[in-house]
Every structure is written in structure tokens, then in C-alpha cells.
């Protein structure tokens, strides 16, 4: 079976990081340092420079992951690592300090590692379940090939439709200019297409009819374009028309689906990312507050 | 009105013409419908698409006649008001609004846009489809972060260091002064120069050095005279090796008993042979048996105290006779003022420190009942309390008074001396002034011999006879320890849960006052032992010890160059 980032090597790092733990909580209940257990005993400055060495390692995964020609383990191994070590490093960090916390540098310091190992954990949840869910939502097709599709019905929706009416042929030109995919970070995240919109107002539109028996008031807004067909269909069709009409529906059906899926790949994608623009900039944060910490212990020693 | 509806017409790459034509009417209608102004063939314009109406000079309409709107200047718009450059896309096909010009009231150039144009306008219209195309960024926050934090958080509190005042300029700003390095509240007693970092971190990257201690605690007694021990050679012995500030405002005292174990295990061979104190490491499991001072004089009766080790059958001659058997009898004593059921309180009383016991005083304790009267006629006079000399004055000067003044009614004194005189007698004779001096002086004699041989001093004192040619009494000196354990500190408050004879075991029964009833170490360890106590008081040596105990070396002597010499008596216990 395919090695997670969990399961690499038989999990040997999360045996590694669980010794780690282990043996520092041992030290720690055996260690007493006559007061309050804090950074400055022999145990706090052991633990100090262990976690300090483990976070500049785990900062050097960012350089590791970019050198492809690297003899030094597979990335796959040293993500795996930097999961588990990054993991053990919340406890290492916290008996380093003996769980003394103040509005200073060093609880600064703590609070950054947290967040950037905290923001790591998401990270890991999007790696082992939104691979699979993009991969099932493409259906063996690209995003390119997806977008490329709904470029071709967009072109075939057109010339069939101005062979029907030029007000069908008006309603799919503005579906045209109406589809756009992405967007802001909000909107990537959010998926939203605006067919989804388009389905409710379809189904609110259709209720308001049924209860006025009118013709609609004239709406500029968008998910108008099935309804105007539908409406178009029950009014003055002739048959070959109306089998043009249900050809054009399938057609932008099908374009519908399709820019659905480009959608929540793009979420998919952009979920898998959005945390990494919190934990890298920490991370390199967190650098500084090490950097900072270490120094102003040693500056007034 | 009249239009300019100007084409152009591409030939080849470079080279472009126009052909004009003219149009007339108000409104400028677009689309692929064959009756329109500006006839566009492409799917992606309607029949009747748009159109344009001249308003006034240089100033036009666009109006969408469908749904899907029209594009003007990059948006989609139903209808706008624009003015000359205006620019209107549709499909392959871009309209660009001149001003009028010539006679024309109002104009337009139609350009086809080419294929790679297209192609770019499409994709530049394209929203972004991945988080690295949006505003969003990894890089920019990173070095913000970065030096945010290292110039805040590290260098301009390490600026206080190098720049006077800026400190305490920061202290009232919203910005981190060096307070954001703190790691933890100051002690209480150092409150008042907290924000200071530098009044006890004087040099950076260099632990507290003990002269920023003793700037202040000057007067600290030193813990051994470094003329005799180099103590940094023997341990750690730093100040703050033992006191670490920002643990809070509960104190910087260590009570750790490892801090003196790890010089005082083994001592004798750390030093070399220069300490001969035993060594000690745990008070329950690794502590010699208590050295009790006892009282002692030497040949000129200075009080002497001699130290021991502490055994049941030590003595402690205080020169007392005292038997507290008897007085603490249960059924009562028979004192002037009835029966009195005594107690230890009765005599023991702590002092103001509640620490220590008072000395037992012999005017407030024992004088009920001991009264030191020497006169059957004269019961109230009692000779004080006081030097033998004060005594022997007192009875001087009574019978003095008497014999001159008459009326003593002792049948065994001379008649000049029983006989009272009367206001307006004649003045006593020469010869009566000696007979009755002298019988004075013999009298004065007597009760002095009574009062040091009979019932009074003897109850308590040891009373010797004057030496061959003087007339002074001898009475043995008194005095218990007062502090028999002088090294170690002991407080009675502490121990008020306790009865008296909790420790002090024998006292109840003791017929003897040279019983010694102070308690070693074992009494102690019932209760306390060392800091790993199970069950018990866990104990620490600065419990009953002080490190800071030189008495005559204070700190500032200590660390400089004059060395005091100890007494023989702080080298060994």
C-alpha cells in the first residue's frame, strides 16, 4: 500500500517523536530543581536546545523540499519526520518552560510555535483527505481539459441558440459572460460558482409564477438563463425548436456540472494551500522570536 | 445628426487605412441584425445588441438592448453616459467614441481586435483560479513577521542597553522596552527598580555578578571568612547560584537543602583538612548529633560556655539549685496567698519574639513565696535581690538607724539602743554613738551570716564563706545557656501545638537542677527529618540554619581583601 505521510517507514518517526516525549517527560518528573521548574535549570537549558535544534531543523524542511537533487531522504520521509518532531515539539517546548507563561518575548515565542504547529496539523488533515476528494471530483479529467470543455459548449451553445430565437441567443451569451471561475481568496475557498445561486433563483422564480400567473418582471440578474428557455419553451415553440431548446438545456447543463467541478477543485486546491500562507510566515516569525529569545535570555543572563 | 463612422482596415502588419462613412440619424444601433448601423458578423453579438446615442457634444449614451449588457471600458454595463475615448468591445469587434470632428456632430472607429488580442483580453479577464494568483502572499508577511518581531522583541530593547534613558522613555510607550524580556515577576523587595534591568544585569551576556547584590545588601553577614576558605573553589557560591529573581514575589530563598550538601557531604575533603565540620547532607539520615553549649566559667568566673555533643547523661551545672519536682507538684504549693498549682508558664514565659523564653526573673517568679527577710521585728525590710555588697549595705545601714535612732526592742541590744528617744533629748554621747555603732555593725554581721547560711541564698545558691581576711560572702555564679544550640535557630511560636513536655521529657520529674532538659536530635527527628521526609516534616538545613551567620564578616568585607580572623570556635562546631 501507498505510504502515507504518516505511515512512511512503518511510522518510524512517530516512534522517534514518541521516545522524544517520553524521555523528556521522564527527565522532567525526575528533574528537581529545588523551584519552580523553568527555562534556566540544567533540564530547562537541555530541553531549550533540543527544541531549538528541532525547530531549525523543521524550518529547513521548506529549504529540503525545494533541492529535487538531494541525496538525503525522500521529501516524503522528511515531511513524515517533520510531522511527528514538529508534534513532539509542542511538549518539549512546554516542560522546557515549565508551563511559565507571561506577556513576554519568550511566551511570544511560544505562542507563534503553536499557532505555526497547530496551522501544520490542518495542513496534514487537507494532505490525507483532499487528494483523494480532488482526484474523485475531476473524474479522471484535468482542470484544463474541464475548462477547455466549457470554452467548446460555450461556442456550440451560441450558434445553436441564435438558431432558435435572438432572445435565447441573448440569455446564453449573458450565461456566458456570467460564468467565471475563481475569484478572490474568499470566493476560492467559499467554491462558489454562482450556479448554485442561478438553481435557487430558478426554483424562486418558478414558485412566483405559479402563484401570479404573470409574466416575470424583466431581471438583469444572473441564474435567468434555464428559466428564460423554460419560459421561452411553454410559450411559442414550434417542435424543432423546442428539440433544439432541450439540446441547448442539456448543453448548458452539462456546462453547469462542469463549472461546479472546476469550482471545488479550485477550493479543494485552494484549501490545501491557505494554510500554508499562515504557517510559513510564522514559521519565519517564529525565527526571529527564537533568535530573540535565546539572545535576550543570554543578554541579561 | 451626422455620424463619422470610421473602419480600420489592417493590411498586413504594420501598415493600417480607414475608410469613412457616414451615418444619419441620433441613435447608432449595433448588432449582427442586417439593418444595423454598425453591422457586426460574430455569434457573440445579438441581433440588435446595442446602441448609441450622441446627447450632446462629445457626450454619448450606451444603452444594452439585451440581457446580457454590453462591455464599456473593460465592465459590463446595461446603460452608460461616456464622453469621448470611450472604449466598447463586442466580440471580436472594439468601438472606440471620438470627438466630433469636421462637420460631424459625433463619431466612432471600429477596429476588429485580432486573434492573439483576443486570446489576451480573455485571459487577462480571467479571475484567479489559485491562491498564489490573489493578493494573498507567503513572502511578504514572512519578512514582515521576521523583522517586526526581531526589531521589537530583540534589538530596541537591547538598544536600552547601549542608550541612557531610552528605557524608561519606552516604559510610558506603547512600544516593548525590556519589561517584554522579563520572564518573570520580580521579587517584592527588589519591586521598586524592577523596570531597571541593569541594576543587577550589569554587563551583558554575563551572569549577576554578586557586587550588583552587595551595592545594596552591604551588611549581609558572609557565610565563612574567604581568608580561610576560598568558597568559589569549593562550590558554586554565586548569590545567584542560591537567590534567582522573576520566581515570583514569594522571595528569592532557596530551601533547598542541596545547595549546602553539595559543599557540606564531604567538606573536610573539599577543603583539603581546612574545615573540620562534619559532614552533613540530610537531617533525617545524615546529621550529627546536636554540640549543646553549657555553662561554664573559668578561673575568674567569666561565663565560659563549653560546647558538646549532646548525650542523656550530660549535666548542666548553672550554679542553681532548683528542684521542679516540688514545685510542680499537682496537689498544689502552700504560698502566702493561699494554695498555687504551678505550671512551666508559671516561670517560663516567652519573650517578645515569642522565639525564646524570657530569663526567669527572681522578683516576679520566685519572690512570693521566697522572701529574703532578715528581722523578726521588722518583717516587711527584705535585703534585695542583688550583689552580695548590696546586701550587706542594706543590712549595714538598717541597724545603723536603728541603734542611733533607739526603740529597737531586742532584750539581747544595749539599753542606748532599746531605749527610745524622744523629740528634744539631748544629743548621744560620744561613748554612746561607739556602743551603739558597734552593736550595729555585730548585728549587721549576724543577719548576714543567717541570710547566706540559713534559709535564704542557700535555698537557690551556692554560698561559700568570705576568704581569711575579707567580709565579702562568696556566692557561686548562676547562669544556664540561655541559647544552647547558638549555631542552629529554634522557635518556640512554632511549635505552640506541642506540650512543654513534648521535648522537654524530664522536666516534671527532675529533683535535680543540674538535669540537663534541653533535647537532642532524636526528639527532633520524631517529628522532622530531611527534605525527602516521608510522613514527616520535610526539613531543610535552612530551616534551623542560616547560611549568612558570620556574625563579624559581612558581605562587602567578605568579597573584598580584608580578612577577618574566625574564632577558634566558628572552625569546628
Redesign the interface.
Known amino acids: 500500500m501507498h505510504d502515507s505521510i504518516l505511515t512512511y517507514a512503518k511510522s518510524r518517526y512517530l516512534w522517534i517523536a514518541l521516545g522524544l516525549c517520553v524521555v523528556s517527560i521522564a527527565l522532567y518528573i525526575w528533574h528537581d530543581p529545588?523551584?519552580?521548574p523553568?527555562?534556566?535549570t540544567w533540564l530547562g537549558y537541555t530541553l531549550g536546545t533540543v527544541a531549538a535544534l528541532l525547530i531549525v531543523w523543521l524550518l529547513l524542511f521548506g529549504i529540503r523540499k525545494r533541492s529535487y537533487s538531494t541525496t538525503m531522504g525522500s521529501t516524503l520521509g522528511w515531511l513524515s519526520a517533520h510531522v511527528y518532531l514538529g508534534t513532539a515539539l509542542i511538549l518539549i517546548a512546554l516542560l522546557h518552560c515549565g508551563f511559565?507563561f507571561?506577556?513576554?518575548?519568550?511566551t511570544?515565542t511560544l505562542v507563534l510555535m503553536l499557532i505555526v504547529i497547530f496551522s501544520g496539523f490542518f495542513g496534514v488533515y487537507t494532505y490525507l483527505r483532499y487528494p483523494t476528494l480532488m482526484t474523485r471530483n475531476r473524474e479522471s479529467a484535468t482542470?484544463d481539459a474541464m475548462l477547455d470543455e466549457i470554452a467548446e459548449i460555450d461556442?456550440n451553445a451560441?450558434?445553436l441558440a441564435?438558431g432558435i430565437a435572438?432572445?435565447i441567443?441573448?440569455?446564453v451569451?449573458?450565461s456566458?459572460?456570467n460564468t467565471?471561475?475563481?475569484?478572490?481568496?474568499w470566493?476560492?475557498l467559499r467554491a462558489r460558482d454562482g450556479s448554485d445561486i442561478a438553481i435557487a433563483r430558478i426554483k424562486v422564480a418558478i414558485e412566483q409564477r405559479e402563484t401570479q400567473l404573470g409574466a416575470p418582471p424583466?431581471s438583469?440578474q444572473a441564474g435567468?438563463t434555464i428559466l428564460?428557455m423554460v419560459d421561452f419553451l411553454a410559450g411559442h415553440a414550434d417542435d424543432k425548436q423546442s428539440d433544439a431548446m432541450r439540446k441547448l438545456i442539456d448543453m448548458l447543463s452539462r456546462k453547469r456540472s462542469l463549472a461546479t467541478r472546476v469550482a471545488r477543485d479550485?477550493q479543494y486546491?485552494?484549501i490545501m494551500?491557505?494554510w500554508?500562507?499562515i504557517h510559513?510566515?510564522?514559521s519565519?516569525?517564529l525565527?526571529?522570536?527564537l533568535?530573540?529569545h535565546i539572545?535576550?535570555?543570554?543578554?541579561?543572563? | 445628426m451626422r455620424w463619422l463612422i470610421r473602419r480600420v482596415l489592417k493590411k498586413g502588419k504594420s501598415s493600417i487605412s480607414y475608410e469613412d462613412d457616414i451615418h444619419f440619424g441620433d441613435i447608432l444601433t449595433i448588432g449582427r441584425a442586417a439593418d444595423q448601423a454598425i453591422f457586426l458578423p460574430d455569434?457573440?453579438a445579438?441581433?440588435?445588441h446595442a446602441s448609441i446615442t450622441a446627447i450632446g457634444r462629445d457626450k454619448y449614451r450606451i444603452e444594452s438592448l439585451?440581457?446580457?449588457?454590453i462591455r464599456v471600458n473593460g465592465e459590463?454595463t446595461?446603460a452608460a453616459t461616456v464622453g469621448a475615448g470611450a472604449i466598447i468591445e463586442l466580440g471580436s469587434t472594439r468601438l472606440t467614441l471620438l470627438d466630433a470632428r469636421g462637420d460631424f456632430d459625433a463619431a466612432v472607429e471600429v477596429a476588429s481586435i485580432d486573434k492573439s488580442e483576443q486570446a489576451e483580453i480573455v485571459s487577462s479577464r480571467?479571475?484567479?483560479?489559485?491562491?498564489?494568483?490573489?493578493?494573498?502572499?507567503?513572502r511578504w508577511?514572512?519578512?514582515?513577521?521576521?523583522?517586526?518581531?526581531?526589531a521589537f522583541?530583540?534589538l530596541l530593547?537591547?538598544a536600552t542597553?547601549v542608550v541612557p534613558g531610552l528605557n524608561t522613555i519606552l516604559h510610558y510607550s506603547p512600544f516593548?522596552s525590556?519589561?517584554?524580556?522579563?520572564?518573570?515577576?520580580i521579587d517584592s523587595a527588589h519591586q521598586f527598580f524592577a523596570k531597571d534591568?541593569t541594576r543587577c544585569?550589569q554587563q551583558?551576556?554575563?551572569?549577576?555578578r554578586d557586587k550588583a547584590c552587595t551595592s545594596c545588601h552591604v551588611k549581609t553577614k558572609a557565610h565563612a571568612d574567604p581568608a580561610l576558605f576560598n568558597i568559589p573553589e569549593l562550590g558554586d557560591a554565586r548569590c545567584g547560584s542560591c537567590h534567582?529573581d522573576h520566581?515570583g514575589k514569594r522571595g528569592m530563598v532557596?530551601?533547598?537543602q542541596?545547595?549546602c550538601a553539595s559543599c557540606h557531604a564531604d567538606l573536610k575533603d573539599r577543603s583539603k583538612g581546612a574545615s573540620q565540620l562534619v559532614d552533613i547532607s540530610d537531617f533525617g539520615t545524615a546529621h550529627p548529633q546536636f554540640h549543646v553549649s553549657l555553662p561554664g566559667w573559668d578561673a575568674r568566673d567569666e561565663f565560659t560556655p563549653k560546647s558538646m555533643p549532646w548525650s542523656n547523661a550530660l549535666k548542666e551545672n548553672s550554679g542553681l539549685k532548683f528542684n521542679h519536682l516540688k514545685h510542680l507538684d499537682r496537689d498544689g504549693l502552700k504560698t502566702p496567698d493561699g494554695l498555687k498549682i504551678l505550671t512551666c508558664a508559671s516561670c517560663h514565659q516567652p519573650d517578645v519574639s515569642a522565639a525564646a523564653m524570657k530569663p526567669i526573673a527572681f522578683e516576679t517568679m520566685c519572690h512570693d513565696c521566697h522572701t529574703l527577710g532578715f528581722d523578726t521585728l521588722a518583717p516587711e525590710r527584705e535585703v534585695p535581690h542583688a550583689k552580695v555588697e548590696a546586701v550587706t549595705y542594706t543590712l549595714d545601714e538598717f541597724y545603723a538607724k536603728r541603734a542611733l535612732e533607739g526603740g529597737y526592742a531586742d532584750a539581747r541590744a544595749p539599753t542606748i539602743v532599746q531605749e527610745r528617744r524622744r523629740p528634744g533629748s539631748p544629743p548621744l554621747s560620744r561613748q554612746e554613738q561607739v556602743e551603739a555603732l558597734a552593736w550595729a555593725r555585730d548585728r549587721a554581721r549576724e543577719a548576714t551570716r543567717t541570710l547566706f547560711t540559713g534559709k535564704a541564698c542557700v535555698t537557690c545558691h551556692t554560698v561559700n564563706p568570705p576568704p581569711a581576711g575579707e567580709n565579702v560572702w562568696r556566692v557561686a555564679p548562676v547562669r544556664v545557656s540561655g541559647i544552647w544550640y547558638a549555631k542552629a535557630r529554634f522557635n518556640h511560636a512554632k511549635h505552640q501545638t506541642q506540650a512543654c513536655v513534648d521535648c522537654h521529657e524530664g522536666a516534671q520529674k527532675s529533683e535535680a537542677s543540674n538535669d540537663l532538659l534541653i533535647p537532642g536530635i532524636d526528639n527532633c527527628r520524631e517529628c522532622h527529618a530531611g527534605a525527602h521526609a516521608k510522613g514527616k516534616v520535610a526539613s531543610t538545613c535552612i530551616a534551623c540554619h542560616d547560611y549568612h551567620r558570620l556574625p563579624q564578616l559581612t558581605l562587602d568585607k567578605a568579597t573584598g581583601s580584608t580578612a577577618v580572623e574566625a574564632p577558634p570556635g566558628e572552625k569546628t562546631r
Open positions: 529545588g523551584i519552580a523553568n527555562g534556566g511559565q507571561g506577556w513576554n518575548l519568550h511570544l482542470r461556442q451560441l450558434s441564435d435572438p432572445e441567443h441573448a440569455v451569451l449573458r456566458i459572460e467565471r471561475l475563481g475569484g478572490g481568496v470566493t476560492q424583466p438583469m435567468q428564460a479550485i486546491q485552494a494551500e491557505i500554508l500562507y510559513v510566515p510564522l519565519v516569525t525565527l526571529a522570536a533568535t530573540g539572545i535576550s535570555v543570554f543578554f541579561y543572563w | 455569434l457573440r445579438a441581433l440588435n439585451i440581457v446580457a449588457g459590463i446595461y480571467k479571475k484567479p483560479t489559485s491562491l498564489s494568483q490573489t493578493w494573498i502572499s507567503k508577511p514572512s519578512w514582515l513577521g521576521f523583522i517586526l518581531v526581531l522583541g530583540l530593547p537591547a542597553h516593548p525590556t519589561a517584554f524580556w522579563n520572564p518573570g515577576e534591568c544585569h551583558a551576556f554575563l551572569m549577576v534567582q520566581n532557596s530551601t533547598d542541596r545547595l
